[in-house]
C-alpha cells in the first residue's frame, strides 16, 4: 500500500521536470529523445552483425580449404555494415553528451531564474525563518541540476530498455530463461541502490544548517568586508579550526555512507557477476556440443554481457530518479511557499493629506515570548517630523519595517492619507516612502547606479544622479573621483575604489533622494559614519528638501533628534514619553536622562 503513494508523488515530479525541460529547450530535447531512441536500438544491431561475421569468416574458411580460394565480399559487406552502425552508434552517444551539456546549463539557469522571482515574491520574515532559509540553499546547491538530472535518467532508462528489448528478440532465440537470470541477478543491487539513495538524501536535508554555517565561515575568512577584522583579532585561526570540525563531522558521516553503500553493491553485484558468467558457461557448452555456431556463441556472449550492463544501468538510473526526486521535492516545496497576495488597489488615499497614522499597532516576532511593540499610537502630518528614540532592541527598526510594510502588523493598522497600509497597491505605496536603513547596502556598481537604485524608473537617469548626490552632500567626492558617476565601487571588480564609511554613507542618503515622489522620508541612523561637520550638512539640506514632507527619524544624536516637532521614547516596544524637545526637557524623564547623558561627553 506504501509504494502507490510514492510512485503517485514520483510520476508527479517526473512530469513536472519533463515540462520544465520542455518549456527550457524544445528543440534540445527532441534531439535527445530522437538520440536516446538511436543509441537503444544500435547496440543490438551491432552485435547481430557480429554474429554475421564471425558466421561468414568462418564459411569463408570452409571455402577456401574446400576450394583453395574464397570471395572476400560476402565478408567485407558485413564488416562495412558493422563499422557504419558503430560510427552511427559513437555520433548518438556524442549527440547525447553535447545536447545534455548544452541543456544543463539553461536548465541551470532556468531554474535558478525560477529560485530567485520565487524569492522577490516572499514575505521578510520567511527569509528571517532558519528551516526556510535552509531550504533555500539546499535548492539553490543541488535543484538546478536535478531536473536535467531526472529527465536524462528517464531517457538512459528508456534507452536500456529499449536496448534490453532488441537484446531479448536475440535472446529468445537461445533461451527465455537466460534472461531471467540476467534481470534476477541484478535486482539485489537495485534495492541496495534505492535504500541507500533515501538515507543520502535525508543525510542531505538533516546537516543543512551545518552546512551553511561552514560556508558562513568561508565569507568571514574570504570576504574583503571581513577580513580586517578577522586579522586584527587573531580570530582566523579559530575560525578554521571550527571550519575544520565541521568539515570532519561531515566527512565522518559521508565515509560511513559510502562504506556502507559501495561495500553492500559490491556484495551483491557478485550476484550478478555469477549470474553472468552462468550463462557465459550455458552458451559454451551448447557452442561445444554443436547446438550454437561459433558466430551465434559470440554474439549471445555480448548480448548477455551488454545485457547486464543495461540492466545495471537501468536499475541504477531507476535508484537515481527516486533520488532526484527527493532532490526535487525540495524545489517544489519552496516554489509552493505561499506567497502573501496583495489585496491593495489603492493609489491614493481616502483622506489626502491627512498623513501617517498608526492606531494601537502590535507586532510579535515567530516564537517570540513577548511582543515587539504594543499599543503604538502615532501621526505625523505632511510638513512634520518625528524622530524616535530609544535603546537598542526598543523597537524602532522593527517599526520602520511595519511602515514600509516589509512586515505585517498583529495587531491594530496603520493608514496612509486615512487608508490602511495593507490597500495601498505595492508600487505606488513604494514611490511614497524613501528610506534609508542602519544596514543600507554597498553595491558593487558604478557611482552613478548606485544612486540610481533608489528610483528605479531613473536608473539611468544622470541628471537626477546628480541632483540627488548634492541634495545628499555626496557630489562633491564624486566628481573628484577618477571616472565620476562612471567609478566602480568596492573591490569585488576590476578597477574598484573603495570609499570611508562616510562616503558610503552619504552615497545611502544621496539614493533617498532619488525618489522626487516620496512624500515620506525615513532615515534610520543616517548619520552615525559621519563627522560632526558632514553631519550639520547633511541635516541642513534635508531640512530644506523635506519642508512639505512627512520625516521620521531614528538616531542616537541628540543634536539630530532635538530639531524634530515631535519625538518619541521607545522602551520595550511601548511609547515611554512623546514631546518636544523643550517639553521633555521639562518633564525630566527617560529623554532628559538621555539627552544629559550625552551632553555630559560634551562637555
Known amino acids: 500500500m506504501a509504494f502507490y503513494p510514492r510512485f503517485k508523488a514520483f510520476t508527479a515530479q517526473s512530469h513536472r521536470a519533463l515540462g520544465l525541460v520542455w518549456s527550457t529547450s524544445r528543440g534540445l530535447f527532441m534531439g535527445l529523445v530522437l538520440a536516446t531512441l538511436l543509441a537503444g536500438v544500435l547496440p543490438a544491431l551491432a552485435a547481430w552483425l557480429g554474429q554475421r561475421i564471425v558466421d561468414a569468416v568462418l564459411a569463408a574458411m570452409q ?16 564488416v562495412l555494415a558493422e563499422a557504419a552502425v558503430l560510427a552511427l ?18 536548465l541551470g539557469q532556468k531554474v535558478n531564474l525560477l529560485i530567485l522571482e520565487k524569492a522577490q515574491q516572499l514575505s521578510l520574515l520567511q527569509f528571517e525563518n532558519s528551516e526556510f532559509y535552509d531550504r533555500l540553499v539546499r535548492v539553490r546547491r543541488e535543484a538546478s541540476t ?3 538530472g531526472l529527465v536524462t535518467r528517464s531517457l538512459g532508462l528508456v534507452q536500456n530498455l529499449i536496448s534490453l528489448l532488441s537484446f ?50 568561508e565569507t568571514l575568512l574570504s570576504h574583503e568586508a571581513n577580513i580586517k577584522e578577522v586579522k586584527l583579532f587573531g580570530f582566523a585561526e579559530r575560525l578554521l579550526q571550527r571550519y575544520r570540525d565541521t568539515f570532519q563531522r561531515l566527512y565522518v558521516e559521508d565515509r560511513r555512507l559510502t562504506l556502507r553503500r559501495d561495500s553492500w553493491g559490491f556484495g551483491l553485484g557478485l550476484l550478478g557477476t555469477a549470474a553472468f558468467y552462468l ?10 556440443d554443436g547446438r550454437t555456431t561459433l558466430g551465434q556463441m559470440t554474439m549471445y556472449l555480448v548480448l548477455f554481457k551488454q545485457g547486464q550492463a543495461a540492466i545495471s544501468a537501468s536499475l541504477a538510473a531507476i535508484g537515481g530518479l527516486y533520488e532526484d526526486g527527493l532532490y526535487l521535492s525540495d524545489l517544489y516545496e519552496y516554489l509552493a511557499q505561499p506567497v502573501g497576495v496583495s489585496r491593495g488597489e489603492l493609489t491614493e488615499g481616502r483622506h489626502p493629506g491627512d498623513g501617517l497614522r498608526c492606531e494601537d499597532l502590535s507586532f510579535s516576532y515567530p516564537g517570540a515570548s513577548r511582543a515587539t511593540l504594543a499599543g503604538i ?34 495587531g491594530g493598522r496603520i493608514l496612509l492619507d486615512g487608508s490602511d497600509l495593507q490597500d495601498w497597491q505595492e508600487d505606488a505605496l513604494r514611490r511614497r516612502i524613501g528610506v534609508i536603513f542602519q544596514d543600507f547596502l554597498r553595491y558593487q556598481f558604478t557611482a552613478g547606479e548606485n544612486l540610481g537604485v533608489g528610483d528605479v524608473d531613473a536608473f539611468d537617469d544622470q541628471a537626477r544622479w546628480r541632483e540627488a548626490a548634492r541634495q545628499g552632500t555626496a557630489a562633491e567626492f564624486i566628481e ?47 548619520t552615525a559614519a559621519l563627522d560632526a561637520n558632514a553631519e550639520a550638512a547633511v541635516f541642513e539640506h534635508f531640512r530644506a528638501h523635506a519642508k512639505s514632507r512627512m520625516t521620521l527619524l531614528i538616531s542616537h544624536r541628540f543634536s539630530s533628534v532635538r530639531s524634530a516637532d515631535h519625538i518619541i521614547v521607545l522602551e520595550h516596544g511601548r511609547i515611554l514619553e512623546r514631546g518636544d524637545h523643550a517639553s521633555l526637557m521639562a518633564a525630566s524623564g527617560r529623554y532628559a536622562q538621555l539627552f544629559d547623558l550625552q551632553a555630559q561627553g560634551y562637555r
Not at 394 to 408: E, F, H, N
Not at 501 to 525: C, H, V
Request: no cysteine; net charge positive; aromatic share 10%.
Open 63 to 78: 571455402l577456401h580449404s574446400a576450394q583453395g580460394n574464397a570471395p572476400l565480399w560476402p565478408v567485407l559487406r558485413w
Open 89 to 106: 552508434l559513437a555520433a548518438s552517444q556524442r549527440a547525447l553528451s553535447v545536447q545534455q551539456a548544452l541543456l544543463r546549463v539553461q
Open 146 to 148: 536535478r531536473p536535467l
Open 168 to 217: 531479448a528478440v536475440l535472446l529468445v532465440h537461445f533461451s527465455p530463461w537466460a534472461l531471467v537470470i540476467l534481470v534476477v541477478g541484478a535486482l539485489p543491487v537495485f534495492f541496495a541502490e534505492a535504500h541507500f539513495s533515501g538515507d543520502a538524501f535525508r543525510l542531505f536535508s538533516r546537516r543543512a544548517p551545518e552546512t551553511r554555517r561552514q560556508t558562513y565561515i
Open 279 to 288: 550463462a557465459y558457461a550455458w552458451v559454451v557448452v551448447d557452442t561445444i
Open 377 to 410: 499610537d502615532l501621526h505625523l502630518r505632511p510638513g512634520q517630523s518625528l524622530a524616535l528614540v530609544g535603546e537598542n532592541g526598543s523597537g524602532k527598526t522593527t517599526l520602520i519595517k511595519l511602515l514600509t510594510r516589509l512586515y505585517p502588523p498583529d
Open 480 to 526: 573628484g573621483l577618477e571616472h565620476g558617476y562612471a567609478t566602480q565601487l568596492g573591490r569585488w571588480f576590476a578597477d574598484g575604489q573603495e570609499l570611508s564609511g562616510g562616503q558610503w554613507q552619504k552615497i545611502a542618503l544621496s539614493r533617498a533622494y532619488m525618489r522626487r515622489e516620496a512624500d515620506l522620508l525615513i532615515l534610520d541612523e543616517p
